[in-house]
C-alpha cells in the first residue's frame, strides 16, 4: 500500500487540486494580492544553486538537530496552518500523529479545527502553540494557558497579522472561515455572517488585535512561563528588536506570500535575518513557498537550524510555478498517512547527497559556499 503513495509533493498536490472543492483549495494555495511573493517564494530558490563537493563520506548521515532543546533526527518540522479538516476528517489529529511518527515538531495553528486537548492526548510529538492576539486578550490569554497545561512546550507568536492579508481568491469565493474548535465556550464560533467578501477577512477583522505591538511581547510573558518565538519576522531591524525583547527564537517568514504581497521571499530574507546575528540555537527557517523537495535542502544551506515544511506550487505562471502547502495536500490520505509520507519524502530529498558535515553545519559553513 505504502508504495501506492505518490512519490513527491507535486503528486499530492495535484491529488488535492481534484479532490477538494475550489473554495478550500484556493485557500490553501493561495496568496495575497498579486500573489507576486508568491511566485517569488518559489522562484528565489531557483537562484540559489547547490555546490555539490566530492568524494565526501556520506556513509553517515545526520541530520538532526537541538531545537529549544528538544532533539530531532531533521530539521523538518510542521508549521502552522489553520483548519486542518478541509482535508481531512481527522484535522491536526492526523497531523500531530504524524509528527509523532517521525519524531518531528509540530505547531498548532491557533486556527485549528481540533482542541488543544484532543491534539494533546493524541499523541507524544512536542507540540508548539501558535497564538493569534485577539481584541479580546482574555481569550488569547485563557488559550495560551490551556495549552501550556497540556504540555506544549512553546508559544509561537505570529507577529504578521495584524490583519488578514487580502486573499483575492479567498474573496471571489467568500470564503467561510472555518469553525475554530478552541473558540467553543469562548466566542460565537457559528454566527459569522457577511453580506460580501471573504468571511474569513470579516472575521478577522472582527477577532485580531490591529493594535499589537512589541510592548504586547512583554504582556505575553507575563502571562506564560513557556519561551515564546516571533513568527514572520523578514528584516533585521525586527530581528534584532525580537531579540532585545527576549525571544527565545524567531521564525522568518512572510506567511506563504499571504499577507503582505511584494514581501521578500522568505528564502532571500534569511540571509539579512541572520546576518543581523539573531538567529542561533533556537532560530527557525523557512519553509516558504518553497518549490520542491529538495528546497529544504537549498534552504538548509542558506543558514538558519530547522526547516518547515515547505510550500510548493505549479499551475501558476512563473518558473516553477508549483502549487499547494504539503501538509495540508497531504492529509487528504484517508489517515496520517500522506503527511508521514511526505515528511520523508522532504527528509530523504535533504538526506540524498548530503554529507552530514555539512547538514551539521548549515547554520554558518555552508551559507558561506552558497
Ligand atoms: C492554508 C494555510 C494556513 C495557514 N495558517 C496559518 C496560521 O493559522 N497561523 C500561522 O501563523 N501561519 C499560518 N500559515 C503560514 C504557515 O505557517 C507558513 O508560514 C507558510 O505556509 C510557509 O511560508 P513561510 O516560509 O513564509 O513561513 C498558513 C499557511 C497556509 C498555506
Redesign the pocket.
Known amino acids: 500500500m505504502e508504495n501506492n503513495l505518490p512519490v513527491n509533493i507535486r503528486e499530492y498536490q495535484e491529488l488535492a487540486k481534484k479532490a477538494l472543492p475550489k473554495m478550500h483549495y484556493d485557500?490553501?494555495n493561495g496568496g495575497a494580492e498579486d500573489e507576486h511573493t508568491l511566485r517569488d517564494?518559489i522562484a528565489a530558490y531557483g537562484r540559489i544553486l547547490l555546490r555539490p563537493r566530492v568524494l565526501v563520506d556520506v556513509s553517515n548521515i545526520d541530520m538532526s538537530i537541538n531545537l529549544l532543546g528538544y532533539d530531532m533526527p531533521s530539521p523538518i518540522i510542521v508549521?502552522?496552518?489553520?483548519s486542518h479538516k478541509l482535508a481531512n476528517p481527522e484535522g491536526e489529529v492526523a497531523t500531530a500523529r504524524a509528527a509523532a511518527a517521525c519524531n518531528t515538531l509540530m505547531v498548532l495553528?491557533?486556527?485549528a479545527s481540533c482542541k488543544i486537548e484532543e491534539v494533546a492526548s493524541s499523541c507524544n510529538a512536542i507540540r508548539f502553540y501558535?497564538l493569534?492576539v485577539f481584541k479580546n486578550r482574555d481569550i488569547s490569554a485563557t488559550l495560551v494557558q490551556r495549552a501550556e497545561s497540556h504540555g506544549f512546550k512553546a508559544i509561537?507568536l505570529?507577529v504578521d497579522?495584524p490583519m488578514l492579508g487580502r486573499r483575492e481568491a479567498d474573496i471571489r469565493n467568500k470564503m467561510v472561515a472555518p469553525a475554530n474548535a478552541n473558540l467553543e465556550g469562548l466566542m460565537p464560533i457559528d454566527d459569522l455572517d457577511t453580506t460580501d467578501g471573504s468571511k474569513l477577512e470579516k472575521y478577522a477583522r472582527d477577532t485580531l488585535d490591529p493594535s499589537l505591538s512589541w510592548k504586547d511581547v512583554e504582556w505575553l510573558k507575563s502571562i506564560t512561563s513557556l519561551p515564546i518565538l516571533l513568527?514572520?519576522i523578514v528584516t533585521a531591524e525586527d530581528a534584532r528588536k525580537a531579540v532585545e525583547a527576549g525571544a527565545a527564537g524567531i521564525?522568518v517568514?512572510?506567511?506563504?506570500?499571504?499577507q503582505l504581497d511584494y514581501a521578500p521571499a522568505?528564502i532571500s530574507a534569511l540571509e539579512e535575518v541572520v546576518k543581523a546575528g539573531a538567529v542561533r540555537a533556537g532560530g527557525e527557517g523557512?519553509?516558504?513557498?518553497e518549490a520542491r523537495d529538495r528546497d529544504a535542502q537549498q534552504g538548509a544551506g542558506a543558514g538558519h537550524g530547522a526547516l518547515?515544511l515547505p510550500?510548493r506550487r505549479r499551475d501558476h505562471p512563473g518558473p516553477r510555478a508549483d502549487r499547494g502547502?504539503p501538509v495540508?495536500v497531504a492529509a487528504l490520505m484517508s489517515d496520517a498517512r500522506g503527511i508521514r509520507s511526505t515528511l520523508h519524502t522532504v527528509k530523504d530529498t535533504l538526506h540524498v547527497p548530503t554529507p552530514a558535515s555539512i547538514i551539521r553545519d548549515a547554520g554558518s559553513k555552508l551559507a558561506k559556499d552558497l
Open positions: 485557500y490553501i517564494n508549521a502552522p496552518t489553520g495553528s491557533f486556527s501558535q493569534y509561537v505570529t497579522t513568527k514572520g521564525i517568514s512572510n506567511h506563504g506570500a499571504r522568505t523557512p519553509g516558504g513557498g518547515r510550500e502547502r495540508q
